[in-house]
């Protein structure tokens, strides 16, 4: 079964609103998660490693202002999208790395498509 | 700068052939390369990762080839069946920080009967 979850799985919004992304580890403790961003017929982009109990590492062109993340529990991190527009319509992704197993183990979530109107 | 690359965006094969998917980098100095598996609407599964130090790694039907000096590496899927059409993605990451990974683009595959 799934051992990372993200909610929601699909979400639509006006422009201007903001969206909230869950993404938890259902069966093991995360000290990091990552976020990742796929736009049609792209690679997977990381945006950001999020980081329990201090802030987020955002890679370059990411605008951390724009993508909040906050991993607040050992199980919960999540990625707020503020005052969306059509251009952050994407596919977001987090995944957690099993402590202590490197890449291999690294668990990614279903996905959350957000399509902003 | 697309550090990976998959240039083949995507590839059809006849079940029970060889499936042949082909990935590229450009930075010699990632340590170790993996392999995923993505359905629509889901999020990537591992398939079969290498390290640097081998060229070869076995697992199944899958086996995953190194070349170094070409900074190349492949997937091979052998017999292909209908059930591994997905996109692939090749991903790359550095031995002092394994858990960032560095994806290619995905090839899509489709293996018909």
């Known amino acids: 079964g799934a051992v990372v979850s993200q909610h929601p799985s699909r979400v639509i919004c006006k422009s201007g609103t903001s969206v909230k992304i869950e993404c938890r580890s259902l069966d093991f403790q995360a000290t990091t998660m990552f976020w990742y961003r796929q736009f049609p017929k792209q690679s997977l982009m990381l945006m950001a490693t999020s980081n329990e109990g201090s802030k987020a590492t955002y890679e370059q062109g990411v605008e951390k202002d724009k993508f909040l993340i906050n991993h607040a529990s050992l199980t919960l991190s999540t990625l707020t999208v503020t005052s969306a527009h059509p251009e952050d319509s994407s596919f977001y992704i987090c995944?957690?790395?099993?402590?202590?197993?490197?890449?291999?183990?690294?668990?990614f979530g279903p996905g959350t498509r957000l399509t902003v109107l | 700068d697309q550090q990976v690359k998959q240039n083949s965006p995507s590839l059809s094969v006849q079940e029970g052939r060889i499936s042949i998917l082909n990935c590229d980098y450009t930075n010699s100095m990632f340590d170790y390369f993996l392999w995923y598996k993505k359905y629509p609407a889901e999020g990537p599964t591992f398939l079969i990762s290498i390290s640097s130090i081998k060229d070869k790694n076995e697992d199944g039907r899958f086996t995953v080839f190194l070349n170094k000096s070409a900074k190349h590496l492949s997937l091979h899927i052998v017999p292909s069946q209908p059930g591994d059409s997905a996109v692939y993605f090749c991903?790359?990451?550095?031995?002092?920080?394994?858990?960032?990974?560095?994806f290619g683009t995905g090839t899509r595959l489709q293996v018909f009967p």
């Open positions: 995944s957690a790395p099993r402590p202590g197993q490197g890449s291999d183990t690294q668990y």
């Open positions: 991903a790359a990451s550095f031995l002092y920080n394994t858990d960032k990974l560095i």
